[in-house]
T-cell receptor, first 113, second 113 residues
Framework: ETGVTQSPTHLIKTRGQQVTLRCSSQ?????VSWYQQALGQGPQFIFQ???????GRGNFPPRFSGLQFPNYSSELNVNALELDDSALYLC????????????FGQGTRLTVV | GDSVTQMEGPVTLSEEAFLTINCTYT??????LFWYVQYPGEGLQLLLK?????DKGSNKGFEATYRKETTSFHLEKGSVQVSDSAVYFC????????????FGQGTTLQVKP
């Protein structure tokens, strides 16, 4: 059974650019949630995808968007990057139908300069 | 809205000392409660959980009891080891389909030999 994997592990972008982060969900999971963890803070919920549809969104602006693919992997896209977007982005997968717990990837560290 | 508050860190203990990390929550419904651990450079790992009042979650010597009357879920361990050094996050999961996790700000534990 493969775990949750995220890519890339580290990324440096310039303010105003766009970025795409990727997440492969654990085998048997159909739900992916994305979280933003600023330095020294707890993770904040961005949104969740279930069976390729957005299913719940946190307090993040529309320039944060996502996709889920038929194999349940997911992308997080952030447009018009701001310095405050610098954070660790965590992906968590679960199976909503079986109410399983969320398993987290190791995260992508995004630095905006 | 729902929220989680943890005691501020860092918490510094000697090996074999007793550990308590306080966590209280505010919720309108009946959430599930979790403790996650984050080792340096890694994602979050589920440490333990409790899904209803008076449940006790336990794992690897750590315990926490869901106290509805005090809205608390304090983490305890009788004898800590250097390898327990990490950041600990208390979290709640709102009832319903989203399964959104709300995290506290995290408590850093440093165990010295």
């Amino acid at each position: 059974e493969t775990g949750v994997t995220q890519s890339p592990t580290h990324l440096i972008k310039t303010r105003g650019q766009q970025v795409t982060l990727r997440c492969s969900s654990q085998s048997g999971h159909n739900t992916v949630s994305w979280y933003q963890q600023a330095l020294g803070q707890g993770p904040q919920f961005i949104f969740q995808y279930y069976r390729e549809e957005e299913n719940g969104r946190g307090n993040f602006p529309p320039r944060f968007s996502g996709l889920q693919f038929p194999n349940y992997s997911s992308e997080l896209n952030v447009n018009a990057l701001e310095l405050d977007d610098s954070a660790l982005y965590l992906c968590a997968s679960s199976n909503r139908d079986r109410n399983t717990e969320a398993f987290f990837g190791q995260g992508t560290r995004l630095t905006v300069v | 809205g729902d929220s989680v508050t943890q005691m501020e860190g860092p918490v510094t203990l000697s090996e074999e000392a007793f550990l308590t990390i306080n966590c209280t929550y505010t919720a309108t419904g009946y959430p599930s409660l979790f403790w996650y651990v984050q080792y340096p450079g890694e994602g979050l790992q589920l440490l333990l959980k409790a899904t209803k009042a008076d449940d006790k979650g336990s794992n690897k010597g750590f315990e926490a009891t869901y106290r509805k009357e005090t809205t608390s879920f304090h983490l305890e361990k009788g004898s800590v080891q250097v390898s327990d050094s990490a950041v600990y996050f208390c979290a709640l999961k709102e009832p319903g389909n989203t399964g959104k996790l709300i995290f506290g700000q995290g408590t850093t534990l440093q165990v010295k030999p």
